[in-house]
């Protein structure tokens, strides 16, 4: 390691802004209309932390006193047209320096804080030392042009990279295999960040819901291992096993045992609460247990997981009866608990969004010895058509309950409400009824949010048609020269589970406001596709042979990108013998390709041999 002090020497027409590292020791002009910064930095740091920024950008700025009484200058970067939409950002920054005085004990280190913009980012943030770089996606907001979730990813991690401060860059690793250390503590603590500015419960069933979709499968495939340096979830859930275990008060000097006496009747126990430790956990629980912790249990996680197992027994039950081609019929029960959640006016209205919400088509084809994508979607479409009728008026109710006239603000409350009213709305149009219809154009017609408008049209969307053409080529009409909504708008399409869905994402790489060498469009529309069970595992090997072309192509423009792309194949060996041999073909036509990368290659050879 080393202190580094960097002079920044550049046409001070075409680069007026010389960022770098550290503290800001000089700047000034030169002769034939050059200029130059000084910065030094004071602290030593490896070099992967070091930075350099030159170009045309504005910025936004503010301050932040510290808790000693220091003053920060805060600023960030972006190009003059995407300033307006920096200012949650800056109020993301300033509370995540807030919060990490009061529930760490750290300050910052510095007299000044700097975070650069830039849309052509292959990741999404990188915690160089006070001068952090950013993807688009992650900073700009506006009402108008992002949705709930993107104000809650930008809150997320600008407070991850603010914290790498001290748990990465001051303390830092002594090498690339200790890596994951400081990015599973500092993930711990964005999750916790999050958690205290929104709703707990909420914040830790979208984080277990993500390691599901993504760290388990992963860990079942050719690409398992320990915790290593790109294990960000996984080693976040050691670091909350470690709090989880030691708490607040230290390390546990012994194991503990208690014993309960005078119990009156059949205890149910509620397990791994919080999901205290990340396993799948198989248990003697029976289904009335289920629907007792359902209904009672006093840890709203484990009250949502519940409900998550009970539907994911009911799934793969109709799975294999599909399988059987025999006729599908929804347990009784199963609409019971979930109307009474629906109908809760205790409950947050977010918990509730989720709590209705059925477990992803990944989550159970990773339960079946083989997995069966056709069956599997057409077990939980037949299951949320099914909740649409028979909770129809509960869910026009909470459609209803839940509008607003109010100026946008993104707060707990709002967002919450927000969650309830769309994902009602989403259940509501996958009956394809003209009424509901109509409802979801009137909703997204009249939004005033982009929350509200986007979760519209994802609900028409459902539906193949005229309606569903109709109001994406509107949305599209009217963001067109957004590059960021437009990149929702590819991802909504390639996501799609709609017959036919190949084809048209391969018309999509063609459209003018598509251009593989931004990541964050290949990401968008590829990355989509590769996530729709449906489409990419088109029984004919279409989907397959889709992203093998498109992998070659990548590579040529962005072997790192595309050996994300190609990962999607990693897991051949869980479909049926048909499937396998498509995706085989693919990933042997991908390896003998002439002039591929060692990123893209290294992936695709572990999958084959898998």
């Given at each position: ?42 602290f ?10 030159a ?5 936004r700025e503010?301050s932040?006193v510290t ?21 949650h ?12 005085e ?9 007299d000044?804080?700097n ?6 980012f ?7 030392k ?39 860059n001051?303390?830092t690793?002594?090498?690339?295999f ?25 914040k830790r ?13 992963q ?17 976040a859930?050691v ?7 030691f ?26 609460r919080?999901?205290?430790a ?30 998550q197992v ?8 109709l ?31 977010e918990?509730?969004?989720k ?13 079946m010895?083989?997995?069966d ?7 939980r ?59 979801a ?18 609900a028409?969307?459902q ?14 009409n009217k ?8 990149s929702?708008?590819?991802?909504l399409?390639a996501?799609?589970?709609?017959p ?27 990355g ?9 595992h ?22 790192q990108?595309?050996?994300r792309?190609?990962s ?26 002439n ?13 084959l041999?898998?």
């Open positions: 390691m080393a202190k580094y002090t960097c002079r920044i020497e550049g046409d001070k027409a075409l680069y007026p802004v010389l960022l770098s590292n550290g503290n800001l020791i000089k700047q000034g002009d030169l002769e034939g209309g050059k200029h130059y910064a000084l910065w030094e930095d004071p030593k740091k490896p070099c992967y932390l070091f930075a350099l920024v170009g045309q950008l504005e910025c503010d932040f808790c000693s009484g220091r003053k920060v200058t805060l600023r960030i970067w972006t190009p003059a047209q995407d300033l307006p939409k920096t200012s950002a800056m109020y993301s920054l300033k509370e995540a320096m807030k919060w990490d009061e529930v760490f004990g750290l300050e910052y280190d510095l000044l804080f975070i650069v913009v830039v849309p052509d292959n990741m999404g943030a990188m915690e160089n006070s001068l952090n770089v950013f993807q688009s996606r992650l900073v700009l907001a506006s009402p108008e042009a992002a949705t709930d979730g993107d104000y809650a990813a930008i809150l997320g991690v600008i407070g991850h990279e603010y914290f790498h401060n001290w748990t990465g001051r303390v690793c002594r090498d690339w200790q890596l994951t250390l400081k990015e599973g503590l500092t993930v711990f603590r964005d999750q916790e960040f999050s958690s205290d500015l929104g709703c707990r419960t909420v069933i979208a984080d277990v819901s993500k390691l599901r979709s993504y760290q388990f499968p860990d079942a495939g050719p690409m398992a291992h320990p915790i290593r340096p790109h294990s960000y979830i996984k080693g859930e670091v909350r096993m470690y709090k989880t275990m708490g607040a008060s230290g390390f546990r000097k012994k194991e503990e045992e208690f014993v309960f006496n005078n119990v009156s009747e059949r205890p149910v126990p509620s397990l791994l919080v999901y205290s990340p396993i799948r956990l198989d248990s003697d629980l029976t289904e009335s247990d289920l629907y007792f912790l359902l209904a009672n249990d006093s840890d709203e996680f484990n009250r949502w997981e519940a409900g009970l539907a994911r027994k009911l799934m793969l039950s799975v294999a009866d599909f399988q059987q081609q025999k006729t599908l019929a929804l347990n009784p029960k199963f609409v019971d608990g979930l109307r009474a959640i629906l109908r809760s006016t205790i409950l947050d209205k918990f509730i969004a709590a209705i919400t059925l477990p992803g088509q990944g989550e159970i084809m990773d339960m010895p083989v997995a994508p056709d069956a599997v979607h057409a077990v479409t037949f299951i949320k058509k099914e909740l649409a009728i028979q909770l129809k008026d509960d869910l026009l109710a909470a459609v209803s309950s839940n509008r607003s006239s109010e100026a946008y603000t993104f707060n707990h409350d709002s967002v919450a409400r927000r969650a309830l009213k769309n994902t009602c709305l989403a259940y509501l149009v996958s009956l394809n009824e003209p009424d509901v219809t109509e409802l154009l009137n909703e997204y017609n009249s939004a005033t949010n982009m929350t509200e408008q986007f979760a519209a049209l994802a028409l969307s539906n193949p048609g005229q309606v569903r053409d109709d109001a994406l080529l509107d949305f599209y963001w067109q020269y957004d590059y960021l909504v437009v929702k708008w590819f991802a399409q996501t799609s589970d709609i036919g869905n190949v084809a048209n994402v391969q018309k999509l790489l063609a459209h003018p406001a598509f251009d593989m060498r931004n990541p964050n469009k290949v990401y968008s529309l590829i989509g596709f590769c996530g729709s069970p449906v489409s990419f088109a029984k004919d090997g279409s989907g397959y042979k889709f992203l093998g072309e498109v992998v070659l192509q990548l590579d040529k423009i962005n072997p990108v595309a050996s792309m190609v999607a194949f990693s897991r051949w060996r869980r479909y049926d013998e048909t499937r396998q041999a498509l995706a085989k073909a693919q990933l042997e036509m991908i390896i003998a390709a002039g591929l990368s060692e990123n893209v290659y290294e992936i695709a050879l572990k999958s041999a898998a």
